[in-house]
């Protein structure tokens, strides 16, 4: 069916589905929903089998014994098999002939007379630079299972420290360009780390992003001599602080390094990387991912939502950063196993213009494009005219990620970047899954705009009540996964406690744990997900549960409303009320008025229960530095709390927390 006319209307209240478009490149992994379902089905009933068919696409220097072994909250994959994520994202296509094929493509942010910088590695490039690069961590005494802390811009040699960690057996903490000195310096001393891979500065929106800097600023708040290495890649020729004895320059270490390093065979249970992630109290979670698990995981989900294809003259762009989980799976070690060129971009998507994303998708022929709703909605904001100066049609599948997409969103993407023909996979993950766990299959799954639709495969995901009793068609309940699948995280590092108490201790079934995302979910009468928010998210309004995203979505259909964040709040007759922050359009202008309109809008789409009780407008939402709204900080600010006591190390402007703390509803 046509998505053409874009009748939102009808789709939000008449939960219509789309059937997928024919691909105008490679033919489709699953060619239809019967194919899925059949899969899925055997994926669930005998796991063992379906992973272990999937894990032998990957190669092993030994085999495994078993495949899985389970007693929650405890898994491990691939029991006694050695493996190296490296060699399989690199070496192994140079082995089987391929290395003349570029792995990865890179755009800088700046553009000159000539246009960006763009540089193209391939495979034997990139075996040759990581293996350089692995020499040199061995040489500053970095051994297997040491972390390797890493805090650089998004340029090449940030995949090339990456992977030449995982060549040796290195367990690195890629920490976000963004963050603080203070953020720094506490995932340093929760890690243990000796070693930091940096830049002297990163472009960002034309103006350099001091990082050598912020990295001495947070060695000092560590202590001196805690960390013996410091190696700066030279970016932006940004006049820095140096300590001699400590600090050296990229290029000074990779000249004379020796360009064979073999590939460590490591054991599938060995810890890859840390990854650290807030919550809404206490200190960042470093969670601990593995080798073997998570790379068939990664590659697998992959492979599957995004139509990877070698030799189908492809290029996939994922806009992530590769400081977050997105760009870790789905910029590295999920793309590159599958021999599909992947790309690197520097720099925001408004520099120099408001249409450099769709300059990139241009000039690149992109035909996977893997983004966040955060960017859609500013790429709405910014206006059509943009993507439509354009030739966007080497487009094939869409993917949002990070949060629930609004029906809205998505009828734009699909319309005026996938030209109504690519379809969109809304993908449902976290950082702690290490890769998709709920997600449309392109060429197999119906879409319905806003809905991640059906759980991958191997995943047995429920929507279950307090007491693990699976909840009925279009109610609301907690979001678990019943049994094990190989991505998933092994622990929090250094906090077993924390580790049982935020996953596994929430809901158990039959007497025992299962994992709980955190996240409350409805299932339609078709079985498809809706994600409704995290567990503190669903407003329980005079005994009505509704979920936060259900309101926003309804506030952004109405034409003054371009972003809205919605959250609960103290009401004396209710008990929780709701409360909206949101931006306004274009040639609006805040008022009494708008505001009473508003809230009979929200009436007319839900109902009155859903009526706002506060509407506060804004220029800006607080978010973190990915693009994420942090609505726990505006739960704060609604309950009319003086002070912001919580983690804020990943927030981006906090001036837009104290604009909205001095605001009232205006």
């Given at each position: 069916m046509s998505t053409s006319d874009g009748n939102i209307e009808s789709i939000l209240h008449e939960d219509r589905s789309f059937d997928p478009m024919p691909s105008k490149g490679a033919p489709?992994?699953?060619?239809?929903?019967?194919?899925?379902?059949?899969?899925?089905?055997?994926?669930?009933?005998?796991?063992?089998?379906?992973?272990?068919?999937?894990?032998?696409?990957?190669?092993?220097?030994?085999?495994?014994?078993?495949?899985?072994?389970?007693?929650?909250?405890?898994?491990?994959?691939?029991?006694?098999?050695?493996?190296?994520?490296?060699?399989?994202?690199?070496?192994?296509?140079?082995?089987?002939?391929?290395?003349?094929?570029?792995?990865?493509?890179?755009?800088?942010?700046?553009?000159?007379d000539n246009g960006p910088e763009i540089l193209r590695l391939t495979y034997a490039d990139l075996q040759r630079e990581t293996a350089k690069f692995a020499n040199v961590l061995l040489a500053h005494g970095v051994r297997r299972g040491d972390v390797v802390t890493i805090y650089m811009g998004m340029?090449?040699?940030l995949a090339i420290a990456v992977l030449a960690c995982a060549r040796i057996g290195a367990v690195h903490s890629v920490i976000f360009g963004g963050f603080s000195a203070q953020a720094i310096a506490d995932r340093i001393e929760d890690a243990n780390s000796k070693i930091v891979i940096t830049c002297d500065g990163a472009w960002r929106r034309g103006s350099v992003v001091p990082l050598k800097d912020n990295v001495d600023e947070a060695l000092e708040l560590v202590g001196e001599g805690k960390v013996k290495t410091v190696i700066a890649r030279q970016r932006c020729m940004n006049g820095i602080g140096w300590t001699e004895g400590r600090d050296h320059w990229w290029h000074d270490v990779m000249q004379d390094a020796i360009e064979d390093c073999p590939c460590v065979p490591l054991d599938s249970e060995e810890m890859s990387f840390l990854l650290y992630t807030s919550g809404s109290t206490g200190k960042p979670k470093g969670i601990q991912h593995t080798v073997g698990g998570y790379m068939v995981y990664t590659a697998t989900t992959s492979k599957f939502a995004f139509n990877l294809v070698p030799d189908a003259d492809q290029m996939y762009w994922c806009t992530a950063d590769i400081g977050w989980i997105t760009g870790h799976s789905y910029i590295l070690y999920g793309i590159m196993p599958n021999r599909v060129p992947t790309l690197m971009y520097e720099?925001?998507?408004?520099?120099?213009?408001?249409?450099?994303?769709?300059?990139?998708?241009?000039?690149?022929?992109?035909?996977?494009?893997?983004?966040?709703?955060?960017?859609?909605?500013?790429?709405?904001?910014?206006?059509?005219?943009?993507p439509k100066k354009h030739d966007l049609s080497s487009l094939q599948v869409l993917g949002t990620v990070g949060e629930p997409i609004n029906p809205e969103a998505w009828m734009w993407y699909h319309n005026v970047i996938g030209g109504g023909e690519c379809p969109i996979v809304d993908t449902y993950w976290q950082t702690e899954t290490g890769g998709h766990m709920i997600t449309p299959l392109p060429g197999a799954t119906p879409t319905k705009p806003g809905s991640c639709t059906q759980p991958f495969f191997g995943i047995d995901a429920a929507v279950v009540d307090a007491d693990g009793n699976e909840v009925g068609a279009n109610e609301g309940g907690l979001l678990v996964v019943r049994k094990p699948w190989p991505g998933?995280?092994?622990?929090?590092?250094?906090?077993?406690?924390?580790?049982?108490?935020?996953?596994?201790?929430?809901?158990?079934?039959?007497?025992?744990?299962?994992?709980?995302?955190?996240?409350?979910?409805?299932?339609?009468?078709?079985?498809?997900?809706?994600?409704m928010g995290r567990i503190d998210d669903v407003i329980n309004v005079s005994g009505h549960r509704l979920g936060t995203m259900e309101v926003e979505s309804a506030m952004v259909a109405h034409a003054s409303i371009v972003e809205a964040a919605v959250v609960g709040m103290p009401h004396e007759i209710k008990g929780?009320?709701?409360?909206?922050?949101?931006?306004?359009?274009?040639?609006?202008?805040?008022?009494?008025?708008?505001?009473?309109?508003?809230?009979?809008?929200?009436?007319?789409?839900?109902?009155?229960?859903?009526?706002?009780?506060?509407?506060?407008?804004?220029?800006?939402?607080?978010?973190?530095?990915?693009?994420?709204?942090?609505?726990?900080?505006?739960?704060?600010?609604a309950a009319g709390e003086l002070e912001v006591n919580q983690d804020t190390s990943t927030l981006e402007d906090f001036s837009v927390v104290a604009k909205l703390q001095e605001s009232g509803e205006s």
């Open positions: 489709w992994h699953i060619g239809s929903l019967d194919e899925y379902k059949e899969l899925y089905a055997r994926s669930i009933e005998d796991p063992a089998a379906y992973w272990s068919q999937a894990a032998e696409q990957m190669h092993w220097y030994n085999h495994w014994r078993s495949v899985v072994s389970y007693e929650a909250p405890d898994a491990k994959w691939f029991v006694g098999g050695t493996t190296n994520l490296c060699y399989n994202c690199v070496d192994r296509h140079v082995k089987d002939g391929f290395g003349d094929q570029v792995g990865i493509v890179w755009e800088g942010e700046p553009v000159g340029i090449p040699e720099g925001a998507p408004n520099h120099p213009e408001p249409d450099r994303f769709w300059d990139i998708v241009e000039r690149h022929k992109i035909t996977q494009f893997y983004t966040a709703p955060t960017a859609i909605r500013a790429f709405m904001k910014w206006g059509d005219e943009h998933m995280l092994r622990g929090v590092y250094g906090d077993r406690d924390r580790f049982v108490d935020t996953y596994w201790s929430t809901v158990k079934i039959d007497g025992k744990p299962v994992y709980t995302a955190g996240d409350g979910a409805r299932r339609d009468d078709d079985g498809y997900f809706w994600i929780t009320g709701i409360a909206v922050f949101c931006s306004l359009a274009t040639g609006f202008t805040a008022s009494d008025d708008l505001r009473s309109e508003l809230r009979e809008h929200i009436a007319k789409e839900i109902g009155a229960i859903a009526k706002p009780d506060m509407i506060r407008f804004t220029d800006a939402l607080p978010k973190t530095r990915s693009g994420k709204i942090m609505r726990r900080l505006l739960r704060s600010i």
